[in-house]
């Protein structure tokens, strides 16, 4: 026979149960099983017991919590409504600032000159106003009719005469005075407050290069 755990296995197959002493007697292992389970029930019905008091406990508490709360509650089963406060709509809040209208013309310009009156918008342009006064060119004068001719030559070869109150260039100007070796004339000049006055010359052509230039500024 081979020995396994508590019992007796023998060649053919069979299983011998090992007895056992306990108490000053034997026993065999169908017996020693039987008593255990015993005293496992045994044991565990203290346990049991305990845990059916605590059940019952917390009923009796969810009871009282019950009974409380219908005899506290109305008798005609209506809750009491709570007075809701008035909303406000809230009002936005606006601030004004006051500011210098833009369309309106300032009392002097940035550079401290008075301002002009602005350009005649309804005057026809003057074929010397097409172009600018740098492309143009004094070549003589011209006197008839008691005033005094500037002939001027455009980019384009033409040459028109002009007196004072003609204008020229693109800036406005306005011929103030006819000479002999130039002409003086008078721009409006726009500088983003308004109009003013720009003093200007358109000399005669000559030989010399530096006098041209002069007459030119």
């Known amino acids: 026979m081979i020995a396994i755990g508590q019992r ?4 053919d197959g069979s299983v011998h149960a090992r007895p056992c002493r306990r108490g000053g007697r034997e026993h065999t292992g169908e017996d020693s099983t039987g008593d255990d ?7 565990g019905f203290p346990c049991g017991f305990a845990l059916v008091l605590a059940l019952a406990g917390c ?3 969810s009871l009282d919590d019950l009974h409380t709360f219908v005899e506290l509650a109305p008798s005609d089963g209506m809750l009491e409504t709570v007075a809701m406060e008035d909303a406000h709509d809230a009002v936005p809040a606006a601030t004004m600032v006051v ?9 002097r310009s940035a550079a401290g000159t ?4 602005g ?7 003057e074929p010397l106003e097409q172009h600018p006064v740098g492309r143009l060119q004094m070549v003589g004068t011209l006197a008839g009719r008691g005033s005094l001719y500037a002939l001027v030559r455009d980019p384009n070869g033409r040459t028109y005469p002009a007196t004072t109150g003609d204008y020229l260039g693109r800036d406005h100007g306005r011929i103030v005075t006819v000479h002999d070796d130039r002409v003086e004339f008078v721009e409006l000049v726009a500088d983003g407050t308004g109009w003013r006055r720009r003093p200007r010359s358109l000399a005669m052509e ?6 041209n230039d002069a007459g030119g500024s």
């Open 59 to 61: 009923a009796d508490d």
């Open 206 to 211: 000559t030989d010399d290069p530096a006098a």
């Open 8 to 11: 007796w296995a023998r060649r």
């Open 99 to 107: 500011a210098r209208n833009p369309f309106e013309r300032m009392s």
């Open 119 to 125: 350009p005649d918008p309804s005057r026809i342009p």
């Open 37 to 43: 389970r015993a005293r496992a029930r045994t044991r």
């Open 114 to 117: 008075p301002q002009a009156d």
